[in-house]
């Protein structure tokens, strides 16, 4: 059975650390393989709505906007390596307070084929206490999901 073409959307979600961008070598192989699409995706966890007030009146939304602008640079510093290899990329910064749930319904309403995400490496305790939003995102999402162990090539 041909697999050619099969994931025409493959999204990359991102979180600023190293260990995320391991996965973009992997999605771009496989985006090679299938004249695929890159979509970069990364969740801004803004401050909590309780907050709100109190950021705006100590004039902090300019410093968040600030940030929000440059994680979306760096996403655009990886959005143009793999356009370098001619593969069209999107890049999309959103806000989100649960990162596992945005991704999903990110995934779903995007018409996404495969998932191609670096996992942080958390074993046992660390794991239990902080969850994982990989295996989340592989719970709620009903396509692939290709899982990069961040200390692996």
Not at 68 to 97: F, K, M, S, Y
Request: with cysteine.
């Amino acid at each position: 059975m041909p697999t050619e073409g099969r994931y025409k959307k493959v999204l990359i979600p991102l979180d600023g650390s190293g260990w995320s961008y391991r996965a973009v070598p992997h999605a771009v192989d496989i985006a090679q393989a299938n004249e695929s699409e890159i979509i970069l995706l990364h969740i801004f966890r803004p401050p909590t709505a309780e907050y709100a007030d109190t950021i705006a009146l100590a004039g902090q939304e300019g410093q968040i906007n600030q940030l929000r602008e440059a994680l979306r640079q760096q996403v655009e510093g990886i959005a143009n390596d793999v356009r370098a290899v001619n593969i069209p990329v999107t890049v999309h910064v959103i806000d989100g307070a649960g990162v596992a749930a945005t991704i999903c319904d990110y995934v779903e309403e995007a018409g996404i084929d495969l998932v191609v995400m670096s996992t942080h490496g958390r074993t046992g305790i660390a794991r239990f206490l902080f969850g994982s939003v990989a295996a989340k995102v592989m719970e709620c999402v009903k396509v692939p999901v290709l899982l990069i162990h961040p200390d692996k090539n």
